[in-house]
C-alpha cells in the first residue's frame, strides 16, 4: 500500500496547474479517505511538497477557479499541521501553554477563507471561516500562503501592510510566536513513523 500511496503523490505533484485544478479535489477526497496520517507515514514531506506545489500556481486565479477544492486543500493541511505539530516539542510546548485562540483568514483577491484554532493544546483548522473567531487577518492569497510557509514574516508582514488583523492587540501579540514556528512544519521532516 506504500508505494501506491507514494505513487498518487508522485502522479499529483507532477501535474500541470489545468490538470491539478481538474484533479485537486479527487485527491484531498482520496488523501481523507485513506487518512492523512496514512500519507505522511509513506511521505513524511507530503504537506511541505504539496505547499511547493501550489506556490507554483497563479494562487489566487487557482483558488477563483476551483474554490471548493481549494477549501478541501485547506482541509487537508490544517489536519496535516495539526498532525505534525504534535510531534515537534517546541511546538507542542507553545500551543501547551496558550489559552484558546480562534483566527479566521481570507484573501482578499480570492475566494480563499478558513480557519485555525489552538484549544487544548492542540491546532486545528480547516477551510471555512468560524463564527466569531477572536482574531481575523486578511491578506492576498499569496501572503496567506506566506505566513504558513515563513516567506511573509508575521511581524515584519504587519508593519509593511502585508497583511491585516482584526481583533485584540493582546491575542495578535499571542498569534506571532507561534506563526513564527509554523513554517517549521512545513520543512519537509515530516511525520514520526512511530505514530
Aim: proline share 5%.
Amino acid at each position: 500500500m506504500g508505494e501506491d500511496l507514494r505513487s498518487v503523490v508522485e502522479n499529483a505533484l507532477s501535474l500541470s496547474e489545468e490538470e491539478l485544478k481538474s484533479s485537486l479535489s479527487f485527491l484531498m477526497d482520496t488523501i481523507k479517505g485513506v487518512g492523512l496520517k496514512e500519507f505522511l507515514k509513506v511521505v513524511p514531506d507530503l504537506l511541505s511538497r504539496m505547499m511547493e506545489k501550489m506556490e507554483t500556481l497563479e494562487l489566487a486565479s487557482f483558488v477563483r477557479e476551483v474554490p471548493e477544492a481549494s477549501s478541501k486543500f485547506l482541509e487537508v493541511l490544517w489536519e496535516g499541521l495539526g498532525l505534525l505539530a504534535e510531534g515537534d516539542p517546541e511546538i507542542k510546548g507553545k500551543l501547551t501553554g496558550m489559552e484558546p485562540l480562534t483566527v479566521n483568514f481570507r484573501a482578499t483577491d480570492s475566494p480563499m477563507a478558513g480557519h485555525f484554532r489552538v484549544s487544548g493544546g492542540r491546532l486545528s483548522g480547516g477551510g471555512r471561516p468560524l463564527m466569531n473567531a477572536d482574531l481575523v487577518v486578511e491578506a492576498s492569497t499569496a501572503d496567506l500562503v506566506g505566513l504558513l510557509t515563513g516567506k511573509v514574516d508575521p511581524v515584519w508582514g504587519a508593519l509593511q501592510g502585508r497583511y491585516r488583523v482584526e481583533g485584540k492587540v493582546a491575542d495578535a501579540m499571542r498569534l506571532a510566536p507561534l506563526m513564527k514556528l509554523l513554517p517549521r512544519l512545513l520543512t519537509g521532516r515530516g511525520f514520526p513513523r512511530d505514530r
